[in-house]
C-alpha cells in the first residue's frame, strides 16, 4: 500500500535552481503554516519565522549565506530562528524546516536547507531581534529542471541501522 508521506520523503532532494515563477499564496501559507504545526520540546514555540518574497530582499539574503548564492533566485526564503537561551531550539527548528521542506515538496515546490548558525548578518537584515539566532535560510521554489527524483545517495541501510543491538544490521 502507497503511503503518501513516505513518498515526499523518499523523493526529496535539496533543489538549488528555480523557475522564474512565484509561489501561490496558499502554497506558501501552507509550508508557513507546516512550520507553525510542528511540535516542539515541552511546546515551547521558541522560534520565529520571516517570510521573504521581495526579490531585492532575496538577493541580499544570498549574498548574506556563504553556501546559499542561490536564494537569490528562489520564489521565497524562510529565515528561521530560535531564541538562543532555549538549549533546545536548534532541535526545534531543525524539526520545523523539515516539516516546511516535506509540505512543499507535497505542493511540488523545491528547497534546501541554506546556512547553519552564524547568520548574524541575516538576523539583522530582517530585523530580528537579538534574542534570536539564526539557524538557516530555506528557500523555496519550482525546480528549474527534474533533477532525479528519488534517486538518493545514501549509505547503505544495514550501515546506519542495527536490529535490536548495534552491530547486527537492520533488513528491510
Ligand atoms: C543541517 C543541514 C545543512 C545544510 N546546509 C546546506 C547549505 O548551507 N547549502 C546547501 O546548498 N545545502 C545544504 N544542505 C543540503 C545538503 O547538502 C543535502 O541535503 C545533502 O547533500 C543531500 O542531498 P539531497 O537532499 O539532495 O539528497 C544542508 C542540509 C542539512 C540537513
Do not use: C
Amino acid at each position: 500500500m502507497s503511503n503518501p508521506v513516505f513518498e515526499t520523503v523518499r523523493t526529496v532532494l535539496a533543489v538549488r535552481e528555480y523557475q522564474d515563477k512565484p509561489i501561490p499564496n496558499d502554497v506558501l501559507g501552507r509550508i508557513v503554516e507546516a512550520g507553525h504545526l510542528s511540535a516542539s520540546a515541552s511546546n515551547v514555540q521558541p522560534w520565529h519565522f520571516v517570510v521573504v518574497t521581495d526579490r531585492t530582499g532575496l538577493r541580499e539574503l544570498g549574498g548574506l549565506v556563504a553556501h546559499g548564492p542561490y536564494i537569490a533566485g528562489a520564489g521565497a526564503a524562510i529565515v528561521v530562528a530560535y531564541e538562543k537561551a532555549n538549549h533546545l531550539g536548534i532541535s526545534d527548528v531543525s524539526r520545523a524546516i523539515q516539516s516546511m521542506i516535506l509540505v512543499a515538496w507535497g505542493d511540488g515546490v523545491g528547497s534546501n536547507w541554506t546556512g547553519f548558525g552564524e547568520l548574524e548578518g541575516v538576523r539583522k537584515k530582517v530585523g530580528l531581534p537579538d534574542k534570536y539566532e539564526v539557524l538557516a535560510v530555506v528557500p523555496f521554489g519550482y525546480p528549474k529542471r527534474a533533477i532525479g527524483k528519488g534517486k538518493k545517495k545514501r549509505k547503505p541501510l544495514a550501515e546506519v541501522a542495527s536490529a535490536e543491538q548495534y552491530g547486527t544490521p537492520f533488513k528491510l
